[in-house]
């Protein structure tokens, strides 16, 4: 058979596709701005047929209508990372949170390790010799589509086209659903006084010719703009959102200096507006390519000059990041933050940033330290304390490593908000011995 005759032959609706899952599989869904909305909403209505089916994904944009109450019983969330529409099921005690480097994934379904029944995943029209492309999410999706025992794919004619690593033959999509539906999109955010602040302290630790790591969020965008005098940048990101394109149009993204993927912003996933996924749409200088290999960290290693910048919800005195939840409270998971982190620190003039706020700000106006004596009780630690290398908040810069525990201390509460820095100072003298 010619792929136009496989394609037609695995057409059907959502509905119909989704009869394809079975009580007791696992379903995973593809990553981020690749979920597919056709599928999700037909699974969703087709819950009462189904029992103990778990979803598995990572970053999620979705309704996530399989998360709320009234699924418990169908479906089993079971994330990597949690985001605000499942946040709810986990607290509650029907969904689950399996901890995993990003980066570990594709190999943890080589393995055999995480179960994949089902990949229900979003991708373009196939071209004109019958590959489909992944467009916003290659990262754990590429092998997701080898690993699964059945694949259910939504076409969308929305879904922009990327180079890279995300060809799919339609013979390997064994369900096809044809929907066009909007991209998800996330608006750039609003970036305050604290914000600029934060990203012109770790602006300056970025030397020319260097490598860039940059997640999504204020802080991120706040750094670029500090960032146009410099010269000859790349990117080698687990994703970029809209705030890269500046640069890159303006002439300070050039990747000529990159070690490896040299003239590609290398990414494993998109997240923005729909300019930024027109701007990715068959662009040559966009190379969207598997997790395992976007975040591994001895392939982050090799660029030189590589600097990670990522953020925390808190830091204790010594050094220890949490990143990922609120005591025993999941609120995100660890993502590429330590695979990053690990890598920049191998790099021949790698540096790693984390960058926050100094404060939380409650609804009703108190302030909570994010620089703490002690993390809450039960939070993880996303990042070891010899693994952190500058912390960076509105107040300043505080180099790590190399330090002791004692000047560690000193150099965090010389850039925590100064209406904390005196509980803190407490607990320096009691836990050294002396004053600050």
């Not at 909403?41 to 979705?62: Q, S, T, Y």
Request: proline residues 5%.
């Amino acid at each position: 058979m010619g792929w136009q005759d496989i394609y037609k032959s695995r057409l059907c609706t959502a509905e119909e596709a989704v009869k394809h899952v079975k009580s007791g599989d696992t379903i995973w869904m593809a990553h981020c701005a690749g979920e597919p909305p056709a599928l999700t909403d037909a699974l969703a209505a087709d819950a009462a047929r189904l029992e103990n089916v778990e979803i598995m994904h990572g970053v999620n944009f979705g309704l996530g209508k399989y998360g709320r109450p009234e699924m418990k019983g169908h479906f089993r969330p079971n994330l990597i990372f949690l985001g605000a529409n499942l946040r709810a099921c986990v607290a509650d005690g029907w969904g689950d949170f399996t901890p995993a480097f990003f980066h570990e994934a594709p190999i943890l379904f080589r393995s055999g390790r995480l179960p994949l029944d089902v990949l229900m995943l979003q991708v373009t029209p196939p071209d004109e010799h019958g590959y489909c492309n992944l467009g916003t999410s290659v990262d754990y999706t590429l092998q997701g589509v080898k690993s699964a025992k059945t694949v259910i794919a939504q076409v969308n004619d929305q879904f922009p086209y990327t180079y890279g690593d995300g060809f799919v033959h339609v013979s390997e999509l064994d369900h096809i659903v044809e929907a066009s539906t909007p991209m998800f999109e996330i608006q750039p955010p609003e970036i305050g006084d604290v914000e600029r602040a934060i990203g012109e302290h770790c602006a300056s630790l970025v030397e020319n010719e260097s490598t860039l790591q940059l997640g999504i969020g204020a802080i991120p965008d706040a750094v670029m703009l500090f960032l146009k005098d410099k010269k000859d940048l790349g990117i080698h990101s687990e994703m970029i959102s809209d705030g890269t394109m500046a640069l890159y149009e303006s002439g300070v993204i050039t990747n000529r200096k990159k070690s490896m993927n040299r003239d590609k912003m290398t990414v494993t996933f998109l997240l923005g507006t729909n300019k930024l996924y027109k701007f990715a749409d068959r662009n040559p200088a966009v190379e969207v390519r598997p997790v395992d290999y976007v975040n591994h960290p001895i392939v982050i290693s090799q660029q030189s000059k590589m600097v990670a910048i990522n953020s925390a919800l808190q830091i204790d005195i010594q050094g220890q990041v949490n990143a990922e939840a609120m005591g025993l409270r999941q609120y995100s998971g660890m993502g590429g933050q330590l695979d990053f982190v690990r890598g920049a620190g191998m790099a021949e003039g790698g540096k790693s940033i984390i960058a926050m706020p100094s404060v939380a700000v409650k609804k009703d106006g108190t302030k909570i330290s994010k620089i703490v004596a002690f993390l809450d009780q039960g939070a993880p630690v996303t990042t070891s304390r010899t693994d952190v290398d500058y912390v960076v908040t509105e107040f300043g810069i505080a180099p790590l490593k190399g330090y002791s525990l004692r000047q560690r201390a000193k150099n965090l509460i010389a850039i925590a908000h100064p209406e904390m820095r005196d509980g803190l100072a407490e607990e320096f003298e009691k836990r050294f011995k002396t004053k600050i």
